[in-house]
């Protein structure tokens, strides 16, 4: 009998004004009366949803209607657009510079997690637009010279043939002294410089030009300067490149010529433009050279690089000089120094390529 005569005190702490339980006048309702009104259905999918009153009218960047109901702007209509009206009339403000992409300024490594846009991206910094063109040559050694090269150097391994042995071209330690340990190999005897190894040409590694390197050698320009700018004339015409001036490294008396003395320019081109100066000398320069014979075999560095000369009446056979000879003085044309940088990795794979392309070779072929 305690026990209820306390139930209604109990009751009365529980929703009195200094206690957190409170009883909600909406969930008694809902509770008690069982014809609540039931929500609104929602709008079916194709109407859109009402603006609300108080969101003003739409900007008027922002096309209301969908572009193909919009009509066609004519020439007078874009007449009387005037942007800064439409600019002072704008409520809403474009995005800032501070919102654009901006790539990374360095890069830091692959590990970072900011990464720069590949070169392709428009957006990198380092993007170069093109090509625009494609080279002839290029385009010959892509469909036809890369597939010969992969048949003419593949060599058949029958299953189960043991590996050659690799040539030993490092020098190890021998062990009379403790301080030999762990150090690094030797290089060969005579201070020979060690050239990279020759590997089998497959698709990964098919011998490729890469650059061309031209340079041209005046030393009358000790004398007379305008020897120098004649050969820079010619050299840029040729090439389609500025050429850099050259010194001289050591002083050679016969000549009159002083360590320092500007005798010489050079200029190096890449890419399509190599391809186009390539393709030029062997269609309209060799075949206009009387008993040419072609490079000699010996040439090379063995490291895949292939150069050859051309004397001074031999450079005036170029297209841009032969078409404007008289702009240039005849016994003031140099000749230059052509040398064809390639991918590949011995001389042997860097003639094959270049007999490829059109560059006959003569003589002994030394590897």
């Given at each position: 009998m305690t026990a209820l005569r306390e139930l209604p005190r109990a009751g009365r702490q529980l929703f009195s004004a200094a206690s957190h339980w409170k009883p909600?006048?909406?969930?008694?309702?809902?509770?008690?009366?069982?014809e609540a009104a039931a929500p609104p259905p929602p709008p079916p999918p194709s109407?859109?949803?009402?603006?609300?009153?108080t969101a003003g009218p739409l900007p008027e960047d922002i096309e209301a209607a969908s572009g193909l109901a919009t009509p066609i702007v004519t020439r007078e209509d874009v007449r009387l657009i005037d942007p800064r009206k439409r600019a002072s009339r704008r409520n809403f403000e474009l995005p800032h510079e501070r919102y654009r992409y901006h790539p990374p300024k360095y890069y830091r490594g692959p590990l970072h997690?900011?990464?720069?846009?590949?070169?392709?991206?428009?957006?990198?910094?380092?993007?170069t637009p093109g090509p625009f063109n494609l080279p002839r040559l290029k385009q010959t050694y892509h469909s036809t010279i890369a597939s010969d090269l992969m048949t003419l150097t593949y060599q058949h391994t029958p299953p189960g043939t043991e590996p050659r042995p690799e040539r030993v071209r490092l020098r190890e330690w021998d062990d009379s002294s403790p301080y030999m340990k762990g150090r690094p190999k030797r290089g060969p005897r005579g201070n020979?410089?060690?050239?990279?190894?020759e590997q089998e040409i497959t698709w990964r590694n098919i011998p490729e030009v890469r650059a061309v390197h031209v340079s041209m050698y005046v030393p009358k320009?000790?004398?007379?300067?305008?020897?120098?700018?004649?050969?820079?004339?010619?050299?840029?015409?040729?090439?389609?490149?500025?050429?850099?001036i050259t010194v001289n490294h050591q002083s050679v008396a016969q000549w009159g010529?002083?360590?320092?003395?500007?005798?010489?320019?050079?200029?190096?081109?890449?890419?399509?433009?190599?391809?186009?100066?390539?393709?030029?000398?062997?269609?309209?320069?060799?075949?206009?050279?009387?008993?040419?014979?072609?490079?000699?075999?010996?040439?090379?560095?063995?490291?895949?690089n292939i150069s050859f000369g051309?004397?001074?009446h031999e450079v005036?056979?170029?297209?841009?000089?032969?078409?404007?000879?008289?702009?240039?003085?005849?016994?003031?044309?140099?000749?230059?120094?052509?040398?064809?940088?390639?991918?590949?990795?011995?001389?042997?794979?860097?003639?094959?390529?270049?007999?490829?392309?059109?560059?006959?070779?003569?003589?002994?072929l030394v590897d």
């Open positions: 909600c006048t909406s969930s008694i309702r809902r509770c008690a009366s069982t109407q859109p949803k009402p603006r609300p009153a997690p900011v990464q720069p846009p590949p070169a392709s991206d428009p957006v990198a910094r380092n993007f020979d410089v060690l050239f990279p190894l320009a000790k004398k007379n300067p305008d020897h120098l700018i004649v050969c820079r004339a010619v050299m840029q015409t040729i090439t389609g490149v500025r050429p850099s010529i002083i360590r320092g003395d500007r005798t010489g320019v050079k200029a190096s081109v890449y890419g399509e433009q190599a391809w186009e100066f390539i393709d030029k000398v062997i269609q309209l320069v060799l075949p206009k050279i009387k008993e040419w014979q072609g490079v000699e075999g010996t040439t090379g560095d063995s490291t895949g051309l004397k001074p005036g056979y170029f297209p841009e000089v032969e078409a404007n000879y008289s702009l240039y003085p005849a016994k003031m044309i140099p000749g230059c120094r052509i040398m064809l940088e390639t991918t590949a990795k011995s001389d042997r794979h860097a003639r094959l390529l270049c007999s490829t392309i059109g560059i006959p070779f003569y003589g002994e």
